[in-house]
């Protein structure tokens, strides 16, 4: 083994080609020089969709092993008072799923 190859191996740097394991969508790959496995996953991801129309679950699907992810994208109507008082919250609420949310205390 040289002497560039070693130290690039201990900064990190491993080299060797990466191997793509048919439907999955994990590559591994063994470093030529020191022998290491290393793995990582790439997800080819198709576009987040809605799960129901009064729902903010959106799901999206790996097209090339059908993992999925889901995340919550809430669509958030304008910013109002809670009421008429000095130092009153604001809450806004979402036009979906109708869930609110309110700060603390507004800043005027
Ligand atoms: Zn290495
Ligand atoms: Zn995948
Ligand atoms: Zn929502």
Known sequence: MNVLRRSLCAAGLHSGPWSHPGA?????????????????????????????PDRCEQMRRCTRCGTTQTRTQHVWGPWLYANTEFDAPQIHRCRRCHETEKTRYTLR
Do not use: P
């Not at 999955?24 to 799960?51: I, K, M, P």
């Open 24 to 52: 999955r969508c994990e590559s591994t790959r063994v470093c030529t020089g020191c022998g290491r496995n290393d793995e990582v996953v790439q997800h080819t991801w198709g576009a987040f969709a809605y799960l129901a």
